[in-house]
Each structure stands twice: as structure tokens, then as C-alpha cells.
């Protein structure tokens, strides 16, 4: 995981908000309206664990722009013209990650459109979506990582195992 010390931040976590999947969803209509209406060549989701009802998480949205790879620089000039600051990969290869902390606190993935970066965001989120068990294991690794680490690098790297296990469990179920 990459040391970038921009990258690196506090990470308190929060009770779920239903306010999330309002402010997903019109972060999602912000992004889309710019990029275009979503299609065979763009496509914007809400991600992240503020995508998935009853999950703690931090009080930050998760978006994912999806695009073709030769559009990936352009997507990132327009997101950033809307006040996000570019990260570069931040450790995620194929992955360009912008962030927005003032207003409602954001982040950006641009991804390639049906890359695997793409399909596996998607497929950790309809998993827990869709067993709420699988989410309550995730919630309890997310803690726990907060608990012992507080940073954003050192909090990944707690409840990888955990991530890495469910993402398992979600190709299996997909299989």
C-alpha cells in the first residue's frame, strides 16, 4: 500500500446515515450530468460502505466513475474542476482516487468500465447488500481496525484479511 503522507488520515467511523444513499445518489446525478448521461462508455456508481444500509462507516462517500482507459485522464480534469484533489493511484493500481473533505466529504475511483477494479467494487457491495451477515462480520473488522489503528493506511491494512475473505465468499456466491 502506498506511503503517500497526503493519503494518510484520520478515520473515525460512524452509525449508519440514510442520509448516505441521499447524498450518494445526488453526488452520482452531479458526476453523471457532467460526464454525460451513464451508457455503454461511462458509468457512475455509489460504492463504499456508506453504499450499504445498517454498515458503519466513515462519514465519507465512495463514487466510481467507470470509463473507457484512453477517457481516464479526461474524467479525472473534470472531477478535479469540481474541487477534488487528485491522488494519483494511492496505491490501487488502475485506479486514479480524488477526494473532496470540505462540503459533504468524498472520494472518486475512476476506473476502466467492466475492469476488475470496477466489477469487484460493485460485487463487494451487492454482497453485503445482499447478506446482511457477511456485513455484520464487516462492520466488526472495520472497528476493530479503527480501534487499533485511527489512520487510513494502517486501518486498510487491519481489516484486509477480513476483505479479502468476503470478497471470496462474494465469487463464490457469484459463481
Sequence with gaps: ?????????PVHL??????????????VEQLTAGLGEPGPYVEVEHIGS????????KPVLDVQIGC???DVDAVVGYVRGLGFEHLGEAGV???????RRSEQPANVHV?????????????????????????????????????????????????????AELMAEARASRA
Excluded: C, Q
Design 1 to 9: 500500500m502506498s506511503t503517500a503522507p497526503d493519503l494518510d488520515e
Design 14 to 27: 460512524v452509525p449508519y446515515d440514510p442520509a448516505w444513499e441521499i447524498r450518494g445518489r445526488a453526488l
Design 50 to 57: 456508506t453504499s450499504v444500509p445498517g454498515l458503519d462507516a
Design 68 to 70: 473507457a482507459a484512453g
Design 93 to 99: 493500481p488502475g485506479r486514479e482516487y480524488l477526494r
Design 111 to 163: 476506473v476502466v468500465l467492466r475492469g476488475r477494479l470496477w466489477t469487484d467494487n460493485l460485487l463487494f457491495r451487492d454482497h453485503l447488500r445482499a447478506h446482511p451477515e457477511a456485513a455484520v462480520r464487516y462492520a466488526r473488522a472495520k472497528r476493530a481496525a479503527a480501534r487499533a489503528a485511527g489512520r487510513l493506511l494502517a486501518y486498510s491494512d487491519h481489516k484486509a484479511a477480513t476483505v
